[in-house]
């Protein structure tokens, strides 16, 4: 199998879980120092770390081939690497949201178009981490929702068309995982955003909590898993209630720093 941005965060959480289930995972990331120490931990035969820019397709080619000649082919591709930013849109550069969308959107699209003869072949499977914010509105990382949302649309489409094919699909939806990406969040401007402009969280999940419900969903052969009591009432009050889900967002969103 192979896990997208499996340095750290939720995408090493679900690379030790598929491990100690028996699965062999190559770790893909940028950083190739964080993910060879993950591989090194899950051991040579059960690991492979390789350098990847999800942004280039080239990259991600040369990766999932590296994969295919070694392994004999991917049985399950993990779609997770990504980034996120902080700050209303009209202060946002637009390069912003367009480096958040190359690496959420296109970073997905490149492995999955790389990986995807294969998967056909093995009927396999492709787990993509998506959000809340995947289906509902979030002030202040509108790039990041749009990249989200953008996400469902490929995949369920991906999923229509091969579904005489075996291929299986599954969007994971936490909410706020105990993950780094919040704090290596875009400013406005591009660089790293102010601490004052981060949204705090009480208590995020740990990113081995929803890598153990990934894994349960995967077994099952799940289409969408909303992970926590939170995504599940996020789910049903931003369609059934829109108006109250976007009030309660931006009570979080927008409160000022305490």
């Known amino acids: 199998m192979v896990v997208t941005g499996a340095a750290g965060g939720i995408g090493a959480a679900l690379a030790r879980r598929f491990a100690r289930d028996g699965a062999r995972v190559a770790l893909l990331d ?35 081939d590296a994969i295919v000649s070694t392994w004999g082919g991917v049985d399950v591709l993990v779609n997770n690497a990504g980034i996120t930013h902080v700050g209303l849109f009209r202060d946002t550069d637009v390069d912003v949201i367009r480096r958040v969308l190359d690496v959420n959107l296109l970073g997905a699209v490149h ?32 790039g990041y929702a749009a990249s989200k949302h953008a996400l469902h649309g490929f995949f369920d489409s991906l999923r229509a068309e091969h579904r005489r094919d ?14 780094a990406i919040g704090h290596n969040a875009l400013g406005t401007g591009g660089g790293s955003a102010s601490p004052e402009a981060r949204t705090g969280v009480r208590s995020p999940m740990p990113p081995e909590d929803l890598a153990d419900a990934v894994v349960r969903a995967a077994l099952r052969n799940r289409r969408l898993l909303l992970v926590s009591r939170e ?11 829109p108006a109250l889900y976007e009030r309660l967002m931006l009570r979080r969103t927008l409160a000022p720093p305490s």
């Open 111 to 142: 492995c999955t178009k790389a990986a995807l003869p294969s998967l056909l072949d093995r009927s396999g499977q492709i787990v993509v981490t998506s959000s809340v914010a995947g289906f509902a509105p979030l002030a202040t990382r509108s």
């Open 30 to 64: 940028r950083d190739t120092e964080g993910a060879a120490g993950v591989a090194r931990e899950l051991g040579e035969k059960a690991a492979l770390a390789l350098g990847c820019d999800v942004t280039s397709l080239a990259d991600c080619k040369a990766a999932i």
């Open 231 to 241: 995504a599940r009432l996020a789910y049903w009050v931003a369609r059934l209630l």
């Open 166 to 179: 075996g291929l299986r699909v599954l969007m994971v939806c936490p909410s706020f995982v105990d993950t």
